[in-house]
């Protein structure tokens, strides 16, 4: 949302089909569902791939960490609270795989 095509030349771009981060973009696409933190859908992808890079790099967030994160992406139907339960749960469920959601 906040960069044209042409600044990504010589950039590796990522997308969710081509994702190799299985366990932590299911992780992230099971809690989206369950948490309802999507409406139509269009800004879910973007979501989905700053939350797996987000949580690459901080494995164990504080939700303040969480909201600064997804702030840099917009979606115009969830209102976010959703969406910030979904990245906090999967943050948690990749942790502790055996904790209860
Ligand atoms: Fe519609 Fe985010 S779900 S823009």
């Given at each position: 949302c906040l960069m044209f095509a042409v600044q990504l030349d010589g950039s590796v771009v990522e997308t969710i089909e081509g994702a190799t981060e299985a366990r932590r973009v299911e992780a992230l696409q099971i809690e989206f569902v369950e948490r309802n933190a999507l409406q139509c859908g269009f800004c879910t992808p973007g979501f989905l791939m700053l939350a797996t890079a987000f949580l690459r790099d901080h494995p164990s967030p504080s939700d303040e960490e969480i909201r600064e994160a997804m702030a840099s992406n917009l979606c115009r139907?969830?209102?976010?609270q959703n969406i910030l339960r979904a990245v906090r749960r999967a943050a948690d469920a990749v942790a502790d795989p055996a904790a209860e959601p």
């Amino acid at each position: 949302c906040l960069m044209f095509a042409v600044q990504l030349d010589g950039s590796v771009v990522e997308t969710i089909e081509g994702a190799t981060e299985a366990r932590r973009v299911e992780a992230l696409q099971i809690e989206f569902v369950e948490r309802n933190a999507l409406q139509c859908g269009f800004c879910t992808p973007g979501f989905l791939m700053l939350a797996t890079a987000f949580l690459r790099d901080h494995p164990s967030p504080s939700d303040e960490e969480i909201r600064e994160a997804m702030a840099s992406n917009l979606c115009r139907c969830t209102g976010y609270q959703n969406i910030l339960r979904a990245v906090r749960r999967a943050a948690d469920a990749v942790a502790d795989p055996a904790a209860e959601p």
